[in-house]
């Protein structure tokens, strides 16, 4: 088990309940809810953040980050994106589970920017923050949707 694992599996834990705290109180039909301009649906957001899991998820199997993998778009339930987020939680634990402490020091490029010293472990932390910026961002969709902003996600993105 590499120290990642070891020492931030809590993280990625809270993270992951963090960005699940997003559901409660909400209605499917509270999906198709838009701030206005040209901001996505609820639905859009959670899916657009799906993506970027399932991008990081890969690119720990392959140490090639591509963004771009769609989740299906079509008309998902909040039970059907909880399941869908739930696998993908599983898939990076899992990706994460299988490199060693030297594949976690190993450079990690993923937009191809020759930035020295990002290695994978740095991606792991980019990946994490991506899920802060989502809570964030959804933290206003639910203001907006006049849904109370979960004590958890408050604690972390105000």
Known sequence: MNRLIQQRAH???LSHT???EVFRGLS???LEFSPGGTAPTLRGLLLEQADVQAAYAESFRTLKLKFGEATPAGHQSIQELRE???GL???LIAALETLSDDD???PHDPRGLKAPGYT??????TYRES???FAARASVYLRALNREVPTLMKSFVG
């Open 11 to 13: 993280m990625i834990d």
């Open 18 to 20: 963090l960005r699940d």
């Open 28 to 30: 499917d039909a509270d």
């Open 84 to 86: 869908r987020f739930a």
């Open 89 to 91: 939680d599983a898939e």
């Open 104 to 106: 976690l020091r190993r």
């Open 120 to 125: 994978v472990e740095t991606s792991y932390y």
């Open 131 to 133: 899920v802060l910026i």
